[in-house]
């Protein structure tokens, strides 16, 4: 970076708030750096390496994230054990002050991650003894018969799934007469830190294995569970929290209409599908973070 570059401070949070810090990083912040290997292609990390010695917890203790390695264990990956979010990670064999990077999807908005500018590492050329988890259960009855199935996993192998749906290559995120056979980003306050990619298919075109494996996080508006492996931290899917016959009459229509379609679907993070170059895919964005309340507050 050049000697000249301003910075400021800004504050970054996991999304229930139990840990928040604050980070000098270059106050213009258009370029960020995102890394193909595949634990960052499962998580969608952006990172930038902060200021040296500029990074300060505000809220919780490093110790009470969760730590996950693999490989010849060198980099540490830390995220929140309550709700998943990917924070930051720490390579110790790097020279002192590059030690430290910290994923921005985590940094308070509003921050447009669509926007800026992606310098791709090639992380994925490292050579590494890891291997997607192979998928051993029974296959979806669901889909349509001349569909694709696909399997994925987590990043760790607790969890994996398979889904039969239509091939992915063909989907038209424009066609408003399928709707059902969208990919979606969103960029609201917890789909901008997960970086989904959701896809959207019903119940019977989706297995999971390893459930006992998730973590399962209820956002503050409680009509929705985001489980995430509880290992690795990867996001798998969106799920309809259980409700009292009092919560389901104190929802808005909106909302009480969108929990019941809810569960007729099995949404899935197609980060989670191995060997699958999901930036190119056609998908469709929505603006959550204006459009979907109540409004996130930044703690």
């Given at each position: 970076m050049a000697e000249t570059e301003e910075f400021k401070t800004y504050r970054g949070n996991c999304h229930c708030g139990a840990f928040v810090y604050e980070v000098d990083l270059p106050a213009e912040l258009k370029l960020t750096n995102e890394c193909n290997c595949s634990i960052c292609s499962k998580k969608g990390n952006l990172f930038n390496i902060p200021k040296p010695d500029s990074f300060k917890v505000v809220k919780g203790d490093e110790k009470d994230l969760s730590i996950y390695t693999f490989g010849k264990g060198t980099v540490r990956h830390y995220f929140c054990p309550k709700c998943g979010t990917s924070l930051m990670g720490r390579d110790e064999t790097r020279p002192a002050g590059r030690q430290h990077v910290i994923n921005i999807r985590a940094i308070q908005g509003p921050l447009d991650v669509w926007a800026m500018e992606k310098r791709i590492f090639d992380g994925a050329a490292i050579p590494c003894d890891w291997k997607p988890a192979e998928y051993k259960g029974l296959e979806p009855q669901g889909g349509p018969a001349d569909g694709k199935t696909y399997h994925g996993s987590c990043h760790c192998g607790a969890v994996t799934f398979a889904v039969r749906f239509k091939p992915l290559?063909?989907?038209?995120?424009?066609?408003?007469?399928?709707?059902?056979?969208?990919?979606?980003?969103?960029?609201?306050?917890?789909?901008?830190?997960?970086?989904?990619?959701?896809?959207?298919?019903?119940?019977?075109?989706?297995?999971?294995?390893?459930?006992?494996?998730?973590?399962?996080?209820?956002?503050?508006?409680?009509?929705?569970?985001?489980?995430?492996?509880?290992?690795?931290?990867?996001?798998?899917?969106?799920?309809?929290?259980?409700?009292?016959?009092e919560q389901l009459a104190a929802m808005s229509e909106r909302m009480r209409s969108y929990w019941e379609h809810s569960k007729t679907v099995a949404p899935l993070n197609l980060r989670l599908l191995d060997d699958f170059n999901f930036r190119s895919l056609k998908t469709r964005t929505f603006d959550g973070y204006n459009m979907i309340p109540p409004k996130y507050v930044n703690p």
């Open positions: 290559d063909t989907i038209d995120p424009l066609d408003k007469e399928k709707d059902n056979e969208r990919v979606v980003q969103c960029n609201c306050s917890i789909c901008q830190r997960n970086a989904y990619y959701w896809l959207y298919p019903q119940a019977d075109q989706v297995v999971f294995q390893g459930q006992e494996n998730m973590t399962h996080y209820g956002m503050r508006s409680g009509v929705f569970d985001k489980p995430f492996c509880k290992t690795c931290g990867v996001s798998i899917t969106n799920l309809p929290a259980d409700q009292t016959p």
